[in-house]
């Protein structure tokens, strides 16, 4: 069975591990109560992620764009194979919106993104109290959404591997 590439197999695997640090980190950081020192570390490394994972995205979504992926196993039905490509879009939309979402709040609340403590990304508006107070529950449930979706993708890869044993997971391993 023809693998991915090289570059794609590490793209993927380093925005899924970058996607759960930064999603149990969120969960992490919210629970601290106050504003502590610990808390502002978390949420500048909570920030730092999340503009990696944007940018490793885009490079993903480039390379998706000029490459073609592998082709799916034969044994899979063509409404499989629409709702493998639907969900694998779908994942591409939610990784460009979260994090995004993520930065809109943060200028909302008034709070600069300085990426990794030396590079200020640059404000798009002024603080906003009422707009802070709808992208907080925006970021919060597009997170929510990534995670079902993240679980979704590694239950039918798991499917793939242990039932049908199409050797689909195989081609995205190291």
Do not use: C
Request: hydrophobic residues 55%.
């Amino acid at each position: 069975m023809e693998r991915y590439t090289k570059t794609a197999i590490a793209l993927h695997w380093l925005i899924a591990l970058l996607i759960v640090a930064a999603f149990i980190l969120g969960l992490v950081m919210t629970d601290i109560p106050g504003l502590t020192p610990t808390k502002l570390k978390y949420y500048s490394w909570h920030k730092w992620m999340g503009v990696t994972v944007l940018a490793l995205a885009a490079g993903r979504l480039l390379w998706r764009l000029k490459e073609q992926p592998p082709e799916l196993p034969a044994s899979m039905t063509q409404s499989q194979k629409k709702a493998a490509e639907a969900g694998h879009w779908f994942l591409y939309f939610l990784m460009f919106a979260v994090p995004i979402s993520g930065y809109l709040y943060t200028t909302a609340a008034g709070v600069p993104v300085v990426y990794l403590g030396l590079l200020k990304i640059p404000s798009l508006f002024d603080a906003s109290p009422a707009l802070k107070e709808i992208l907080k529950p925006v970021h919060y449930w597009l997170n929510m959404l990534l995670a079902a979706v993240v679980i979704g993708h590694i239950a039918a890869a798991l499917k793939h591997h242990f039932i049908d044993k199409d050797g689909l997971l195989k081609r995205m391993l190291p």
